[in-house]
């Protein structure tokens, strides 16, 4: 089974094919600049080299086209033909209140992620436009979305609730959403299967650090807490964003500043952070750079963001009353080793100790105390697929048992039936089947489903196989 996972944004559609049985990358890539003349493809099939391509791509239904082209090229490609794809893993940042869960994408969830957009205006319409010209392309195959915030969905009210008037909640579903959902689920499980323990045994603090971050306290394989909010701005401090703040700031730098709100969103989401901090960069491997080279500035964005993270463990250890496991992942929690060890400096009362070679090393396993410290590269793209697959082999099997139950009906059905309903179908021929079934099943005294009804005449000849 072929699962293509796709990652819609404003300009850019990342893509990567995954073969399920037994799972491998096939290729990955993506189409950046999108909306140009010189659009950018970077491709990779798996275990050859990066091919690059600058080509026009005016819109989101050809990037999807350029890339689905690409995978089926002649000399690069990984499938022959579109049929090899089983299905579609879209990632949906916003899914409210709504998804608990990735689900088999219908009308009724299109909608729910059109009303989201009000939550998320960066990054749903874009999801959906992604999710849209897929179903075009690949009308033949399941779409699955793979919500960010799905997994926070978990959380209780003393996790999620604002001190605010309960009526914005209420009226405007003001309350904390938390998101790298997929991530931290995924790092979670990867943590206890390293530990070799059950996951529902665990208490873990997981660390995603990158240019975005958050924390999150998993206990027993619940989401309990995240360190963002109503928003992606909440919590720690970030490559461009401000992390936890005064709201009354806000409002004083409006004033002082005179800026407008899209003028201070900006500031908070694109201009703040260790970009902020530094005024130079928000790239910490270049502020790392800078900081050893003697900068104060830098090395305070360095200690901000830890203390940062090291405040959020601390928290979520007291929140889940113990604490068995930190895990760090992202660019950032996968890569320095110094980050990790100023974040569990002065931690040693938790029981978290780091073997400074096995951190240095970057090793899985990086910690000699009683909490274990994790580093475990998140594949949130593997997730998506491994979601996609688990419901599109639940539908299967409902397809399965579905056609067994029609099967069984229709053996059911006696001439005297068969003559009930040419009588009733006679009478309204543009019955819809649920009516059918209903008017047949009162008839005979016991239930026929619209499916049976709808195989049966098609048997006869009397609908088209379009029709229901």
């Known amino acids: 089974m072929k699962i293509l996972v796709l990652n ?21 890539g993506v189409v950046e600049k999108i909306g140009s003349a010189n659009a950018l493809l970077r491709y990779r099939p798996a275990k050859k080299p990066e091919i690059k391509e600058v080509q026009e791509v005016l819109d989101h239904n050809a990037a999807i086209n350029l890339a689905i082209a690409t995978m089926m090229h002649s000399r690069y490609g990984v499938i022959k033909d579109k049929s090899e794809i089983a299905g579609v893993g879209h990632r949906t940042v916003h899914g409210g209140e709504k998804f608990a869960g990735s689900v088999l994408i219908d009308e009724q969830v299109l909608k729910s992620i059109r009303e989201c957009i009000e939550f998320a205006p960066l990054h749903n319409p874009h999801n959906l436009k992604g999710i849209e010209v897929c179903q075009r392309l690949l009308p033949h195959v399941k779409h699955v979305a793979v919500f960010d915030t799905a997994f926070h969905q978990t959380m209780s009210p003393i996790s999620y609730i604002y001190g605010l008037p309960y009526a914005l909640y209420r009226k ?122 003697g900068s104060a500035q830098h090395r305070l964005a360095i200690d901000l963001f830890c203390q940062r993270v090291k405040k959020y463990i601390g928290a979520y250890a007291a929140e889940m009353g113990g604490l068995d496991a930190v895990v760090f992942t992202g660019g950032i929690g996968e890569n320095s080793s110094v980050v990790r060890e100023n974040s569990c400096q002065g931690l040693e009362f938790l029981g978290i100790s780091l073997d400074p070679k096995k951190n240095a090393a970057n ?63 006679a009478v309204n021929t543009e019955m819809d089947m649920k009516t059918l079934s209903a008017n047949l099943s009162e008839k005979i005294g016991r239930l026929i489903s619209s499916e049976a009804l709808h195989q049966e005449l098609l048997r006869l000849g009397l609908i088209e196989e379009s029709e229901k």
């Not at 029609?406 to 309903?421: G, I, Y």
Request: aromatic share 4%; hydrophobic share 40%; charged share 30%.
């Open 8 to 28: 819609c944004g404003s300009s850019s559609v990342k893509f990567q094919l995954v073969e399920m049985d037994p799972e491998r990358l096939l290729c990955r």
């Open 363 to 425: 090793q899985r396993i990086i910690s000699s105390g009683r909490v274990k410290v994790l580093v475990i590269p998140t594949d949130e793209e593997l997730a998506i697929a491994r979601d996609t697959k688990r419901i599109l082999l639940a539908e299967q099997r409902k397809l399965e048992t579905l056609e067994e139950t029609v099967s069984a009906e229709l053996a059911s059905l006696t001439r005297d039936d068969r003559l009930e309903l040419l009588r009733i179908w």
């Open 172 to 293: 405007l579903h003001i309350r904390r959403y938390g998101f790298h959902g997929t991530s931290h689920r995924y790092v979670a499980r990867r943590a206890a299967e390293v530990l070799k323990k059950s996951l529902k045994e665990l208490l873990i603090v997981t660390c995603h650090l990158g240019n975005g971050a958050s924390a999150a306290a998993v206990k027993q394989g619940l989401s309990i807490d995240s360190s963002m909010g109503f928003t992606p701005l909440e919590g720690l401090l970030m490559g461009t964003r401000c992390g936890d703040l005064d709201p009354a700031l806000v409002l004083y730098v409006m004033e002082r500043e005179g800026l407008s709100p899209d003028e201070v969103n900006a500031l908070l989401n694109k201009r703040s952070g260790l970009l902020g901090i530094t005024e130079t960069s928000s790239d910490f491997r270049e502020i790392l750079e800078e900081a050893e080279a």
